[in-house]
C-alpha cells in the first residue's frame, strides 16, 4: 500500500523563481496538512484542508505561499519569488478524517534550497 | 495557547542503556499528546499517542510514555536502547481537529 508521496524529493531553485510542491495523499484521506520543517527545528503547521476546502492557511508565512486541492485528492503548495528564507523540508501529511484520534500519516518531504 | 517543551536537543546514551526523552506541555485543558521518530531524510512515524485512556502509553519498538498531569510531562522512554534507535524525536500537542503543534526535536545518538 502506498503511503504518502510528495515529489519532488529535493528541489534548487534560484531566489526569485517561483515553485510547485506536490503531495499525493493516501487513497480515501480526507484530511491534509503541509508542514515547514526549518533546519534543525520542530514541523511548523502551514495550512490544512479538508477534502477540497481550505479551513485553515493561518500557517502560511506571507502571500507568497498559495496552496490548493482542487479535486480533493491531490494537493499543491506553490511558493512564488522565493526567498533564501523558505528554505526548508517541506512535510505534507494526510488522515483518514477529522478527529483527534486519527493520526498523521506523512511523506518523505521536499527539501528546498533557495540559493 | 498549547504547546509542547523538549529538554535537551541531543541526547547520548550507550547501546543497552535506558533511554529517557523529556516533553513538557502547557495546556488549559486535557490534551491528545503524541511522539513521532523522524529519521535521516525521512518523513516522521508515529510512536505513539495519548488519548485519556490510560496514563501508560505503549508504542512501536519498545517505546513508552507515561502522562503525568501533576508534572505536565509525557517523557518517552525505552528500557534499552538499540543502534537502530539513532533519530530525531519529536513530541507534539493536538491544537484542535488533528493540527500538531510539535516541539523542536531531540536529537538521539546511540553509541556502541
Known amino acids: 500500500g502506498a503511503g504518502v508521496s510528495q515529489s519532488p524529493r529535493y528541489k534548487v531553485a534560484k531566489r526569485g523563481q517561483d515553485v510547485a510542491l506536490r503531495c499525493d495523499p493516501i487513497?480515501?484521506?480526507?484530511?491534509l496538512f503541509w508542514y515547514q520543517q526549518a533546519l534543525g527545528q520542530g514541523p511548523e503547521f502551514l495550512t490544512y484542508?479538508?477534502?477540497?476546502?481550505?479551513?485553515?492557511k493561518s500557517g502560511l508565512p506571507s502571500d507568497r505561499f498559495f496552496a490548493e486541492r482542487p479535486e480533493g485528492s491531490v494537493s499543491t503548495l506553490k511558493i512564488q519569488r522565493t526567498q533564501q528564507e523558505d528554505s526548508a523540508v517541506y512535510l505534507c501529511?494526510?488522515?483518514?478524517?477529522?478527529?483527534?484520534?486519527?493520526?498523521?500519516?506523512f511523506g518523505n518531504g521536499t527539501r528546498l534550497t533557495v540559493t | 495557547a498549547q504547546s509542547v517543551t523538549q529538554l535537551g536537543s541531543h541526547v547520548s546514551v550507550s547501546e543497552g542503556a535506558l533511554v529517557l526523552l523529556r516533553c513538557n506541555y502547557s495546556?488549559?485543558?486535557?490534551?491528545?499528546l503524541f511522539w513521532y521518530v523522524q529519521y535521516p531524510n525521512q518523513g516522521l512515524q508515529l510512536l505513539l499517542k495519548?488519548?485519556?485512556?490510560?496514563?501508560l502509553v505503549k508504542g512501536i519498538n519498545g517505546f513508552e510514555a507515561e502522562f503525568k498531569k501533576s508534572e505536565t510531562s509525557f517523557h518517552l522512554t525505552k528500557p534499552s536502547a538499540h543502534m537502530s534507535d539513532a533519530a530525531e524525536y519529536f513530541c507534539?500537542?493536538?491544537?484542535?481537529?488533528?493540527?500538531?503543534?510539535f516541539g523542536a526535536g531531540t536529537i538521539l545518538r546511540v553509541k556502541s
Open positions: 501529511a494526510s488522515s483518514t478524517r477529522e478527529g483527534q484520534d486519527s493520526p498523521l500519516h
Open positions: 495546556s488549559s485543558v486535557p490534551p491528545y
Open positions: 507534539a500537542v493536538i491544537i484542535y481537529g488533528n493540527k500538531l503543534v
Open positions: 487513497s480515501g484521506h480526507v484530511s
Open positions: 495519548y488519548t485519556s485512556a490510560a496514563t
Open positions: 484542508f479538508q477534502n477540497e476546502a481550505q479551513l485553515d
